[in-house]
């Protein structure tokens, strides 16, 4: 994607919250292994998972 | 009028942002060194907001799915023209998105940057519905959303969803259903118009080489002649991070050739719109990458095992009211791709990849894909 275009459309996407892309190297730079671990911590539940298998058909499915 | 410039040294940007009397606000990134200029209009308004209450204690008004996306295409449809025909001749080209939770309009543009400024904000801002541009439309989106029923990877992901929300606006395609938009009507498209469409639910974000004071006048002079009653709505958000309700196991057959897999994971808090929130969320966007990237191990060994092939992603989406992870592609057997999936979340401690050294390079490689110089 064309850089301008980029920033336009990811400054738009974010318009209606505190934080925009260019706070991203800082908060990048601060985030450590760690915090990295907790977040797939929060992630990694047994609950609230959809699995979804889509195969092709067959005869009897048709 | 409230305008404020804020240099992000780290990211080598410069942000100036300005509230104009009515609400309205500007982003505004001048970048002199391109020929070329971009501007989104944006709505805090999407396929999600399907219910608005128009005084305090009123019932609420509820939409049918879809109206968001229709009020998109409507829009650029006037009485004697066709809002993509004004930019044409002012040498723009201009394209419109709606997702969960926002519409946009945008155009770019090489000159006339005021002129096209001035197109967009005006044929955003002023609605012009019938019942017969109404009923045309219908048929209209009605085939895109026939398009998309025909698309295998779209209706998995509608219905991943659905497993995920169900009874939620995000378990319905962001067009609708042919059946729920032919419940569409003017006085509908009016009403969402004046509860979302109002300046202090609307940001204009201007990136690319023009004059930043310049826009702001011309903006400020549109938007004076624009009287605007106060804003009526009140947002019904439907926040949804009950994990109790997702389906946890569907199989759907369709006209493929090759199976295909998906996990989902709903997020069962939310993600703040601070920075608080936006630390969490590139956290996560990092541990995913970390485990299952293309440059890891995890993800070389799949593909070398024949559980994967190069159709394989995932993608972390933040919205308004809710969060979700999804992973998916084609496989040979997707229960195996799937088991694959849920062993690697689960080990993720054993894994290898999970190092001081890679999360350096993996965050060099972002800030170099969403920054570019």
Redesign the interface.
Known sequence: M????????????R?????????????????T?A??????Q????D????????????EA?K | MDDTTKR?A??G?T?RRVTLPNGL?L?I?V?PE?H?????F?T?FGAVDDQVRLQADAQPVVVPAGTAHFLEHKLFDKADYDAFDLFGASGASANAFT?AT?T?Y?F?TTRNVMKNVEILLDFVQDPYFTDATVAKEQGIIGQEIQMYDDD?NWQ?YT??LA??YPGHPLSQDIAGTVDSISHITPAILRTMHQAFYHPQNM?L????NFDADELIRVVSANQAGKVTAPAPQARITHDDYD??V????????????????????????PIT???A????E???R???E??FGDSGHTYTDWYDQGVIDDTFGYEFNVG?GYNF?VFSGDATD??RM?NAI?AA??N??ANPD???DR?ARI?KA??AS???R
Do not use: C
Not at chain 1, 47 to 58: K, R, S
Not at chain 2, 205 to 208: A, E, K, P, R
């Open positions: 064309n850089s301008l275009e980029n920033i336009a459309n990811q400054l738009a996407s318009a209606f919250g505190d934080t925009n892309m260019f706070d991203y190297p800082d908060v990048l730079a601060e985030l292994l915090d990295v671990l907790a977040a797939g929060a992630l990694v539940r609950d609230g998972v959809a699995i979804l298998h889509l195969l092709p058909e067959t499915s | 992000y780290d990211a940007e942000l606000r982003q990134v970048k391109y070329k200029t971009y501007a989104v944006t805090n997702s926002n946009n945008l770019s295998p998995a219905s991943l497993d995920m940001v974000t201007v990136v690319g994990v109790s997702v389906q946890p196991y569907s199989v759907k057959r369709l006209d493929i050739v090759r199976p295909k897999g998906y996990v989902g994971i709903k997020g069962s808090a719109a601070d920075r929130g936006l630390r969490q590139l956290a996560t990092l541990f995913l970390l485990i308004r992870t997707p229960n799937t849920m979340l689960r993720y401690r999970v190092n001081v999360l965050i972002s800030l969403t920054l570019p």
